[in-house]
């Protein structure tokens, strides 16, 4: 039974709080009292839990102090928070100003998100009347040594980042903190647990462009409402018998016009490679329904594709290299004995026999296009655009959004789920080619009309039984079912003006296809603002508007997924922290366009280095400070861990995207870093600027032994060029895809050219 919730008011802004010592200690910002005295030192603090940190950090020689406040239900957050408020600190809503959210037991939010798991800065931050509001222009004391913050709010907010307890830690990709912008007027996410009337998820707050996005993510702030769940367990492996495999090597003697002398390694070595696959693969794609996958079945392009694909992850390159040419091989030879006929070839297998033929064919062409995307040579990328291609027209052929019909039993229903993620997957990696090569998509978002994915639970019922329990628990609120053009429509449109059902939520892989429509449109709409001759393709503020309001729509969808986290780790798979990767690119992208910029496609590190340095190009705003804390936020953990640690253990565990993502991060970091560090910067820094650039400068002084904030300062792009060889460390340890070593050693060239022009200046 839930205590009815107390108020307690401040009389001289009328904030409320749930607690008496959150009034207490919020009325002593109004009074500047610091009642915490150190014994030590001269210095005072307004929280006990504060001088506790300080006797920690600054007295070492002393025990450490047991104090701690009372009121701190999230002590590892502290230094998020005290972040989040030094450097995107608003005016804070009070009751009466706007329909602000509540939740048991915590103060009220501002319109802010932290930076890891992104919650809040709640009433330790005190309230600023309107005229205190600092904009851009504003004239501030630049970066000199007076407008640095205090030594020890650096040193506590490293001290509070947590370790992560496994290797796959949510921590390492922190969530954007973007501040709210004042152009437009959007939702705010409803915060409360998952028993709290929905209505209350649609009030909105004037100037809010993005949720409180992560309070309740269940693997940093558990709540009563979220049931714990154990750290997900590998699958059970892949047994391959020796009469499958003898099954298999017979089939290919059917090819012996493609290949005279097939490579296939023992099946001890199949087992362990479909394992790779199982385990490395298909939690980031989970198209194939492992629950009823039978070895012995599959067609013999699935078959060598899967067991190449997972030779990748088992670090197994020379086996998955020679199972990658024989799979090619046996696929497209497959393709045009079956489906380059202008009629039907004379052995026409029956319908549901072709029809299973067709989807394990495209699978096998997906997995094909996957291992051969991200190397230069061995295999080269350039044969995966050109399978992309192939597989965009098997696609097309059996109908890019036509099902089977299925008669509501289990394994009728798997078959049509099965081949919908297929084609979804199919759309979300062409995508990525986009993303990473600049090249056209091959498959528009307005093609699709299927419906969104189900949940995970549902896809990973193991029996007939469990399914059928899973779907009448989920029957009551059927927010899956929805086409995907309906969803778009939904994100894109205010919900009081939209004649359609709004869109609550979504399954995490549907969200995951959403993200990627979303991406899809930004690129579209930035091609078509490029001029010609021109480096830049600056989007008009309608067409941010309109973007960012289905990003924020998105991210309170995803909030009420109730499968959603960013810990990869979750039993529901990953899908929904790949996603949030994929919500940060997109806001990277509306700052600056990278699309072809980057120059990925001529794998030269001195080229990519030199189009990035030349033709991304960012000017001074609101909207640019916010992304530069996002990209300086998502590089704090690592610097904590260690650097070269995390790059030698943690940085395989991550997608390709993630390192995308971390690319343009470091990059955009550095353009802000630049315009930021000019001599006499017109109009002079804001108080948020300045407060950022002391914070990154902190960093590199935590990341570098023996560098000087004064160093760092004395050269133009001496900043900019160190914060980018800490971002290109990260990706310079050996790892599955070589697209991710190209990375680092192009950051560290692109580090190579800022420390060039200063030598110039």
Known sequence: MVKPSRSFQCQRCSRTFSRLEHLQRHDRSHTKEKPFACNKCLKSFTRKDLLARHERLSHTSEAVS?????????????????????????PMSTPTQHNAHFIPGNAT?????????SHAVSDQTPARAPSETTTFGESFTGFGASASYDGDDFTSFLDSIPLPSHPFSPSYQPLPLFPALQFDSTPVYDQSNKDRDRDAASVTTPGSVLPRHGTQLPSLQPEESHTPYKSRQPRSSISVTTQCRDRYVALLTDYANVITDPFIPSRHALSRCLTGYLTGYHKHYPFKHIATLDVESLSLPLFLSMAALGARYCREPDTSMNLYLVAKAVTMEHIRRNYQWILPPPATPSPASRDQDHLDTIQALVMLTSISSWFERNPAYSEGLFIRGVLETLVRQGGINELPSHDGTWHSWIRTEERKRTKLVVFCI???????????PLV???????????????????????????????LPQPVVEIKLQDALSSLFSQPAMSTSRHLESFSSMGGYVLIHSIIQNIWLIQKTCRLPHTKTSSLSTTQIASLEHALEQWCQCWEHNQESSIDPFNPHGPISFTSTALLRLAYIRLNADFSSARRLQTWDPDAIAQSLLGNVCVERSDRLTRAALHCAHALSTPIKLGINFVAHTHVASWSNQYVLCSMECAVLLAKWLEVATVL????????????????????????R???????????PTRLSASVTRLWAQLFTADYIWELVNLIGRS??????RLESLDGLN
């Not at 701190?72 to 995107?88: E, I, K, N, Y």
């Open 66 to 90: 047991q104090t701690s406040s009372p009121s701190s239900s999230r002590p590892f957050f502290d230094g998020l928070d005290m972040l989040a408020s030094a450097v995107t600190k608003q």
């Open 109 to 117: 939010f501002p319109h802010v998100m932290s930076g890891v798991g």
């Open 430 to 440: 062409l995508n990525i080619h986009t993303i990473v090569f600049d090249v056209p």
């Open 444 to 474: 528009l978002t307005e093609e699709l009309t299927l419906d969104l994915p189900c949940t995970e639970k549902e896809w990973q019922a193991t029996t007939a039984e469990q399914w059928h329990s899973e779907r009448a628990q989920r």
């Open 680 to 703: 006499d910067p017109q109009p002079e820094l804001t108080e948020q600027e300045s407060k950022l650039l002391e914070f990154v400068i902190e960093m590199v002084m935590e990341a």
């Open 705 to 715: 032994h023996g560098v000087s904030r004064e160093w760092l300062l004395g050269r």
């Open 747 to 752: 950051l560290n060239r692109y580090a190579d």
